[in-house]
Nanobody, 124 residues
Framework: QVQLVEAGGGLVQAGDSLTLSCRYTGMSSSHTLGWFRQAPGKDREFVSAYRWNGGRTYYADSVKGRFTISRDNAKNTVYLQMNSLKPEDTAIYYC??????????????????WGQGTQVTVSS
């Protein structure tokens, strides 16, 4: 059974950087770990994903070039490095695990295990 624990959220200013972490247990080579976020009054949206098999990474257009997802096998942790943060990045960030097919990895319904979420607030 997959378990996920996020950490690293906080309050930063526009232009700052922040790194979120997602410590996992129970992941297998068939899993994908995704990051999603939900801003107040908005639907949860895809941010980034890391596929265990092959290590490929995926990003939403809104964060491409600013965010980087990476995995540290020794620490059982996936990181989301967020640079050049903008006020519109303000949201609760969740990591999630699942076995989505490639065409579905941007959909939250493709993930069955979720962390508790961590708040990121970017002030202007």
């Amino acid at each position: 059974q997959v378990q996920l624990v996020e950490a690293g959220g906080g309050l930063v200013q526009a232009g700052d950087s922040l790194t979120l972490s997602c410590r996992y247990t129970g992941m297998s080579s068939s899993h994908t770990l995704g990051w999603f976020r939900q801003a107040p009054g908005k639907d949860r949206e895809f941010v980034s994903a890391y596929r265990w098999n092959g290590g490929r990474t995926y990003y939403a257009d809104s964060v491409k070039g600013r965010f980087t997802i990476s995995r540290d096998n020794a620490k059982n942790t996936v990181y989301l490095q967020m640079n050049s943060l903008k006020p519109e990045d303000t949201a609760i960030y969740y990591c999630a695990a699942g076995r989505p097919i490639l065409s579905s990895l941007r959909y939250d319904s493709s993930y069955g295990s979720w962390g508790q979420g961590t708040q990121v607030t970017v002030s202007s």
